[in-house]
């Protein structure tokens, strides 16, 4: 199977474990390169897009599934979203000095104290639902585990990365993302997923808690997984699968296709600008014309001031 740009659903049966494995190639690649982002803040944006990719074709409707933080670190603000079916996109806001400053920041570093949002929104007719996280110097993949302990209370492991790859010959980089994830659902009748309590504990004490033994492998052997292993064009989806599940066998489902997709076209430029009051547009105006430039594909539009007489 091609190795680019989709997010494959799988089981392992006798684990009682269910996951998605996510590759971005292309799409990631054009996404990031409509930007001039440091190469952190790229990483970022990749990262989330990946995740966002991953929990979004899990909805079972037509609709979006956006993810996005607000933090007080150098990146303050980054959205991604996913529209069914298989579309995505993501961009960042940060402060270019505080960036700049420091070039080996981590992920940590660069996001700061702050929270992440997961929406899930299932239409017009349909409420919203949204979960908070707070980021407290965490990174993403941290938040998304506490999301789900806190909101699902779904045993829950992931793995993410990105960063650009030199092809072979080439001098240009080229980005990649990946992110896996296993969750413990077993089937009606099976083991419970949730941690047993051992015995009763004496007042004032915390009791034992003991994962369950099948589980306890499934994440294990997710945490062996390398970055390098999820950014790999050459290593299929299927063989970093078969790698870490052989034993118990690993089911895998067809796979859903991510394309980039952005929602800016000159109609709904237009539209947005004709909210505003006139002596904001006047404000606008330079060079004799109104410019608008999307965050997310960084598309430039042009309007005459005469348009909006």
């Known amino acids: 199977m091609s190795n680019e740009d989709h997010v494959i659903p799988f089981e392992v049966k006798p684990l009682g474990v269910r996951g998605r494995i996510v590759r971005?190639?292309?799409?990631?690649?054009?996404?990031?390169?409509?930007?001039?982002?440091?190469?952190?803040?790229?990483?970022?944006?990749?990262?989330?897009?990946?995740?966002?990719?991953?929990?979004?074709?899990?909805?079972k409707f037509n609709g979006k599934f956006i993810l996005q933080t607000k933090t007080d670190g150098p990146v303050s603000r980054i959205v991604a979203d996913y529209v069914s079916p298989g579309q995505v996109r993501g961009m960042a806001s940060f402060v270019k000095d505080?960036?700049?400053?420091?070039?080996?920041?981590?992920?940590?570093?660069?996001?700061?104290?702050?929270?992440?949002?997961?929406?899930?929104?299932?239409?017009?007719?349909?409420?919203?639902?949204?979960?908070?996280?707070?980021?407290?110097?965490?990174?993403?993949?941290?938040a998304a585990h506490t999301y789900f302990q806190q909101s699902e209370q779904i045993p829950t492991r992931l793995r993410v990365a990105a960063g650009p790859l030199l092809a072979r010959g080439e001098k240009l980089t080229h980005w990649r993302a990946g992110a896996i994830l296993v969750q413990h659902l077993p089937s009606v009748g099976g083991v419970s997923p949730?941690?047993?309590?051992?015995?009763?504990?004496?007042?004032?004490?915390?009791?034992?808690?003991?994962?369950?033994?099948?589980w306890?492998?499934?994440?294990?052997?997710?945490?062996?997984v390398e970055d390098h292993e999820?950014?790999?064009?050459?290593?299929?989806?299927?063989?970093?699968?078969?790698?870490?599940?052989?034993?118990?066998?690993?089911?895998?489902?067809p796979a859903i296709p991510i394309s980039r997709h952005c929602t800016c076209s000159p109609e709904a430029v237009?539209?947005?600008?004709?909210?505003?009051a006139s002596e904001d547009r006047a404000d606008m105006i330079k060079d004799g014309a109104i410019q608008v430039v999307c965050e997310f594909c960084s598309t430039a539009y042009r309007f005459k001031p005469a348009d909006f007489a």
């Open 24 to 59: 971005l190639g292309p799409v990631i690649d054009d996404i990031v390169s409509k930007h001039e982002y440091p190469d952190a803040v790229s990483a970022l944006v990749a990262e989330s897009v990946a995740m966002t990719a991953m929990l979004g074709t899990a909805l």
């Open 98 to 142: 505080r960036v700049a400053a420091n070039p080996n920041a981590k992920q940590k570093e660069l996001l700061g104290e702050g929270y992440l949002a997961m929406t899930v929104d299932q239409g017009q007719d349909m409420e919203r639902y949204q979960g908070i996280v707070p980021l407290g110097q965490n990174t993403l993949a941290d």
């Open 194 to 214: 949730l941690p047993e309590q051992m015995g009763d504990a004496p007042e004032g004490m915390t009791p034992e808690m003991k994962e369950d033994d099948n």
């Open 216 to 224: 306890v492998k499934a994440r294990l052997l997710l945490d062996t």
């Open 230 to 253: 999820l950014l790999d064009p050459s290593l299929t989806s299927e063989q970093l699968l078969y790698r870490l599940y052989h034993e118990d066998g690993v089911t895998v489902y």
């Open 270 to 276: 237009e539209s947005m600008l004709r909210n505003f």
